[in-house]
């Protein structure tokens, strides 16, 4: 679903990300491990688009993106989590819902999956985004998210700041999309233990490079743990 060949990318003299090169198979949780400040944040808003690549390539179903917007990579069916979730603060539960589908014909409905997965959101419909809790609102924005049913999921620390309860639901989410088999979910993560229970497949980086790479059910051998811990 995606592949991702030697990008380099650099914040005016640094060079941030180094020949990273990785790969997301629809039906699989890639993990993106790494200390802070390795350039983990920076490759998800390449992938995206909001930074751009000095070199190298990204495809999206083996079609390049590096040269496309934002709005035209989400169109192509990128759903994109950021850090600190980024909701609208001043709108409804429902309007931010809405503005995942900002593409897509007029009056399409919110899919009905999306309550199934999130109960609480139904509940909240009519709340401002502002008045939820944190963990409230990373399930709006996962929500919001997947609402125009991307064919790959992209979250930036999904478990920041979130209360035990919530990050288990939401990786049960991870894993429920994961398990369908047709999203691939790229997930950038601090959180070892919930990164290792969702891995198919992980990438560890460090200083803008990748250093390892497997299979999840390999980390613990691989010493992954101990290539991360702070």
Do not use: C
Request: charge should be positive.
């Amino acid at each position: 679903m995606l592949t991702v060949k030697n990008i380099n990318q650099y914040y005016g003299g640094s060079h941030i990300l180094r020949d990273v090169s990785l790969e997301a198979t629809a039906g699989q949780v890639t993990v993106v491990l790494g200390r802070n400040g390795v350039g983990k944040t920076t490759l998800l808003k390449s992938l995206m688009g909001l930074v751009p690549v000095k070199s190298g390539s990204i495809e999206l179903a083996g079609q390049p993106i590096q040269s496309w917007t934002p709005y035209q990579r989400a169109r192509a069916g990128i759903g994109f989590v950021p850090q600190g979730r980024e909701i609208f603060a001043r709108l409804t539960v429902e309007e931010n819902l809405r503005m995942g589908l900002a593409y897509r014909s007029a009056g399409t409905a919110i899919p009905p999956e999306l309550f199934e997965l999130f109960p609480v959101l139904k509940q909240m419909l009519n709340r401002r985004g502002g008045d939820l809790s944190g963990g409230q609102q990373q399930q709006l924005a996962i929500a919001r998210a997947l609402a125009a049913g991307p064919k790959l999921l992209v979250l930036d620390e999904p478990t920041e700041g979130i209360q035990p309860s919530i990050i288990k639901d939401i990786g049960r989410v991870i894993r429920m999309l994961a398990d369908r088999g047709d999203m691939a979910i790229v997930l950038v993560e601090q959180y070892y233990d919930f990164a290792r229970e969702l891995a198919d497949r992980y990438v560890v980086m460090e200083r803008g490079e990748v250093i390892a790479r497997g299979e999840g059910k390999a980390m613990e051998a691989d010493g992954v743990r101990q290539l991360v811990a702070i």
